[in-house]
C-alpha cells in the first residue's frame, strides 16, 4: 500500500435530477473507492462560459491509499456509469455529472493527464465556498495562501446560493467509530494490519501498528525456537505494553477513535505455545499484572483464514524468517484463540470468515466485512 492520502473533490450536475444524480456518485464512490468523511451543502450557481440549466454543487472528501492517477480514473468510471462521455464534449456543456479532484494534500501534480491542485480552483466560488465549508483552513500548495484569502479577494461576480437539501453519507450508514477503540485479531498472515490501516484510513482514525519489525529476537526464534522463545515472548509483552499504555495515554476518546492490528492478549495467546509450561505460568503473572493497567478494545475483531490462505499470504510478504512457518504451527495458533476466547465471555469478540475474500483489492468485500461489524 502506499501512504494514505486526503482527497477533496468537487461534484456537479446540471442535467436531470440534479439531487439524484450527485447523490448516485456519492453513493458509487462509496462502494468502489473509499467511504466520504466530509459533504458540503448544495450550493446553486449559474453555468459559467456556456447557456445551459443552473448547477447543483458539492464538494466532498475522502482519504485513499491510491494513487491520484487511479482515482482520477475511477471518478471517470463513475461519470461514464451515470451518463456522462467527456469524449464527446466540448469545452464547456451541460452536464449530468462532474467530478474533480481538486485537492491531494500538498501534492502537486502537473501531467499531461492530471493538474493537482485544479487549474481552476481559486478562479470558481462555486468550489471555493463549499470547499471552505468543510475545510475552512485549507492552504494552496503552490501559492501558499490560504483559500480563506483567495475566497475573501474574488472579485468576479459569480451567483452562489446554498440550497436548504440533504445529501445522504452511505459512510454513516455504516459507522463502526460507535467504537472508541477496536484492535483487529487473526493468525500470521490473516490480514490484520491490511484491514487496520482500511478501517483507519476510511474512518480517519488513529491508527497503532504492532511494531514487530524491530524485534531483535524474532528472526532468531524461528532459526531455534527452544532458545529464544522466552526471550522472544518477554520482548514483545514488553514492546506492546508500552505502545499501547503511550499511545492509549495520549488519546481523547470522545474525539478519536481507534484502530489497532493486535490485542495485548496475543502475548498470552502465543506465549502459550510457544513457551514451557513453567515458563507460562511465570508469564501469565507477568502479564496479569501488566494488563489490569491498559485500555481494553470495545471491540475485537477475529478474521478467520484457511491455512492455505495464511501460508499463501506469508510466502507473498517475502519475509526471510518467515519461510519455515509450517502449518502445523499456523493450527496451533489457531487452536490456541478459539481455546483462549472461549474462556472469555467477557470479552467482545466478532469472528468474521474472510477465507473467500480479497478486501484489499475488492472494495465490496471491505464493505461487507464493515456491514458485518455494524
Same mark, same amino acid.
Given at each position: 500500500m502506499d501512504f494514505n492520502k486526503k482527497y477533496h473533490i468537487s461534484i456537479g450536475s446540471n442535467i436531470g435530477d440534479r439531487l439524484k444524480n450527485i447523490q448516485s456518485s456519492i453513493d458509487l464512490i462509496h462502494s468502489r473507492i473509499a467511504s466520504i468523511l466530509t459533504l458540503s451543502s448544495i450550493y446553486e450557481t449559474e453555468s459559467i462560459g456556456f447557456e445551459g440549466h443552473d448547477f447543483f454543487n458539492i464538494c466532498a472528501t475522502f482519504n485513499s491509499f491510491k494513487s491520484p492517477y487511479h482515482i482520477m480514473n475511477e471518478l471517470l468510471e463513475i461519470e461514464t456509469l451515470l451518463g456522462r462521455y467527456r469524449s464527446k464534449e466540448k469545452k464547456y456543456v451541460s452536464r449530468i455529472i462532474d467530478i474533480d479532484i481538486l485537492l491531494v494534500d500538498d501534492m502537486v501534480i502537473n501531467s499531461e493527464e492530471l493538474k493537482i491542485p485544479h487549474l481552476e480552483i481559486c478562479n470558481r466560488k462555486f468550489v471555493l465556498e463549499p470547499l471552505l465549508e468543510i475545510d475552512p483552513n485549507l492552504i494552496h500548495p503552490i501559492s501558499k495562501i490560504s483559500f480563506k484569502e483567495i475566497f475573501s479577494s474574488f472579485k468576479t461576480n459569480q451567483k452562489v446560493q446554498k440550497k436548504d437539501l440533504c445529501l445522504e453519507n452511505p459512510a454513516h450508514l455504516t459507522n463502526i467509530t460507535n467504537y472508541n477503540y477496536i484492535a483487529i485479531e487473526g493468525n500470521i498472515g490473516s490480514g490484520k494490519t491490511s484491514l487496520s490501516k482500511l478501517i483507519s484510513s476510511d474512518f480517519?482514525?488513529?491508527?497503532?501498528?504492532?511494531?514487530?519489525?524491530?524485534?531483535? =529476537?524474532?528472526?532468531?526464534?524461528?532459526?531455534?525456537?527452544?532458545? %529464544?522463545?522466552?526471550?522472544? /515472548? #518477554?520482548? &514483545?509483552?514488553?514492546? !506492546?505494553?508500552?505502545?499501547?499504555?503511550?499511545?492509549?495515554?495520549?488519546?481523547?476518546?470522545?474525539?478519536?477513535?481507534?484502530?489497532?492490528?493486535?490485542?495485548?492478549?496475543?502475548?498470552?495467546?502465543?506465549?502459550?505455545?510457544?513457551?514451557?509450561?513453567?515458563?507460562?505460568?511465570?508469564?501469565?503473572?507477568?502479564?496479569?499484572?501488566?494488563?489490569?493497567?491498559?485500555?481494553?478494545?470495545?471491540?475485537?475483531?477475529?478474521?478467520?483464514?484457511?491455512?492455505?490462505?495464511?501460508?499463501?499470504?506469508?510466502?507473498?510478504?517475502?519475509?526471510?524468517?518467515?519461510?519455515?512457518?509450517?502449518?502445523?504451527?499456523?493450527?496451533?495458533?489457531?487452536?490456541?484463540?478459539?481455546? =483462549?476466547?472461549?474462556?472469555?465471555?467477557?470479552?467482545?469478540?466478532? %469472528?468474521?470468515?474472510?477465507? /473467500? #475474500?480479497? &478486501?484489499?483489492?475488492? !472494495?465490496?468485500?471491505?464493505?461487507?466485512?464493515?456491514?458485518?461489524?455494524n
Open positions: 480517519n482514525t488513529k491508527l497503532m501498528l504492532e511494531r514487530f519489525i524491530d524485534n531483535p =529476537f524474532l528472526a532468531k526464534f524461528y532459526e531455534n525456537p527452544k532458545d %529464544f522463545a522466552f526471550k522472544l /515472548e #518477554m520482548s &514483545f509483552l514488553a514492546d !506492546r505494553y508500552q505502545q499501547t499504555s503511550e499511545d492509549l495515554s495520549q488519546l481523547n476518546f470522545f474525539s478519536q477513535n481507534i484502530m489497532s492490528d493486535y490485542d495485548i492478549h496475543k502475548s498470552l495467546i502465543f506465549s502459550k505455545i510457544n513457551l514451557s509450561s513453567d515458563e507460562f505460568n511465570l508469564y501469565r503473572k507477568l502479564f496479569y499484572s501488566l494488563y489490569r493497567s491498559i485500555v481494553k478494545p470495545d471491540l475485537i475483531i477475529f478474521l478467520n483464514q484457511t491455512i492455505e490462505n495464511l501460508k499463501t499470504n506469508i510466502k507473498k510478504r517475502g519475509r526471510d524468517y518467515e519461510s519455515t512457518i509450517s502449518a502445523d504451527y499456523l493450527k496451533k495458533i489457531n487452536q490456541s484463540y478459539s481455546e =483462549f476466547f472461549k474462556s472469555r465471555p467477557d470479552l467482545n469478540v466478532k %469472528f468474521i470468515d474472510v477465507s /473467500e #475474500m480479497d &478486501f484489499v483489492k475488492n !472494495r465490496l468485500d471491505y464493505l461487507s466485512i464493515i456491514n458485518g461489524i
